[in-house]
């Protein structure tokens, strides 16, 4: 790996006069005539550089952007920092479930993702994030759940960067990918003209081993067994008809399909493909994702930037490992993300691109 960062100490833009009277009023006849043609030429000129001046740059903007798919619009929000076109953009894509493009999901909401939208904008940077197929304002582009395939959400992300990489006010397309995103940014990006990469506590393992790191951690006795053991037939490709109703949420037959889309991509194996400027972003206290994976991910990687942020949990906001700090960073939406990250991205951005 290139370099490893640990921010907490974050690394931190005359005319004269004549002296006799006589002829005094032919020699102020001659004056007010030239005096005329110098204001005239004047004029000419001011309004020969007024029309070559350009217009002011604008001052920040937000707007709403569409992606049009054959099965439906995708919806997102553009934000423009001040200045002139074109700008760097960077597009974030949201982490699993119905995770919107603000970071939320039904009951919880933290603003994640805004937040890092926001901050990225103040540093200069034009920032898009969209809701996935199936979420939010793009519900209506969604197949069933049961149809419903991780490809697709890679072909909508490499067709986001297409649309970016397209419109003449930007130069250059970032994927921010956040969480399951990051193994979605990875796979879109490439497969797409992405001029740079960004994994944001992303999976650095295959995923099947990370659901059962996450089996091993939150369940137990029965429950536990009967987890590891769904794992194991979706990771060989096989569907389980009978799941308990404690496992229903994350293991029921409707998912099943998705999930064995998705169990077949190794994280490291992808980004190790890559070719484009690659950061490997992890806080220290994310108790869904690990500093060892961001560490696999490096190591698979070994020109990108690693930046380890201390206390900083899965959705970007500073917390302890305890349950009430998490539960406070995960609900509180007023709570600001860790301004280290912002700068860190923004930085290194700033030089490779």
Not at 58 to 74: M, Q
Not at 208 to 228: C, H, T, V
Request: proline share 6%; charged share 20%; net charge negative.
């Amino acid at each position: 790996m290139r370099k490893c960062k640990l921010h907490g100490c974050a690394r931190r833009w005359v005319r004269g006069w004549f002296p006799r009277v006589v002829g005094a009023a032919l020699a102020f006849a001659a004056v007010a005539c030239d005096d005329a043609g110098v204001a005239a030429d004047s004029a000419d000129a001011s309004e020969s550089r007024g029309s070559e001046e350009p217009a002011p740059c604008p001052g920040a903007s937000s707007s709403e952007i569409v992606l049009a798919t054959p099965t439906g619009d995708l919806a997102g929000s553009l934000l423009f920092p001040a200045g002139c076109a074109p700008f760097e953009v960077v597009l974030i894509h949201a982490g699993s479930g119905p995770t919107d493009r603000d970071g939320n999901s039904p009951g919880i909401r933290n603003d994640s993702l805004r937040l890092l939208a926001e901050g990225l904008a103040d540093r200069g940077l034009a920032v898009v994030r969209f809701d996935k197929r199936g979420v939010a304002d793009s519900a209506d582009a969604a197949p069933s759940e049961r149809d419903l395939r991780f490809d697709m959400y890679v072909d909508d992300a490499a067709a986001w960067v297409e649309l970016l990489a397209e419109d003449e006010r930007f130069r250059g397309v970032t994927f921010a990918g956040h969480s399951e995103g990051s193994l979605i940014g990875m796979l879109a990006a490439g497969r797409s003209s992405a001029a740079a990469f960004v994994s944001i506590a992303g999976m650095g393992r295959p995923p099947a081993e990370l659901l059962r790191e996450q089996a091993e951690k939150f369940l137990s006795g029965p429950l536990r067994a009967e987890a590891l053991a769904i794992i194991a037939s979706l990771e060989a490709g096989q569907e389980v008809a009978e799941v308990s109703p404690e496992l229903y949420a994350l293991y029921r037959p409707s998912v099943q399909p998705y999930l064995i889309s998705l169990l077949r991509h190794d994280p490291a194996a992808v980004i190790a493909t890559l070719t484009m400027p690659i950061a490997i972003v992890q806080g220290t206290t994310d108790i869904q994702v690990s500093v060892v994976d961001a560490q696999l991910l490096a190591m698979a990687a070994p020109e990108a930037e690693l930046m380890i942020f201390e206390g900083m949990n899965h959705v970007l906001k500073a917390a302890r490992l305890d349950e009430l700090s998490q539960w406070e960073a995960y609900t509180n939406p007023s709570l600001p993300v860790v301004p280290a990250l912002i700068d860190g991205v923004a930085d290194w951005l700033g030089e490779v691109r």
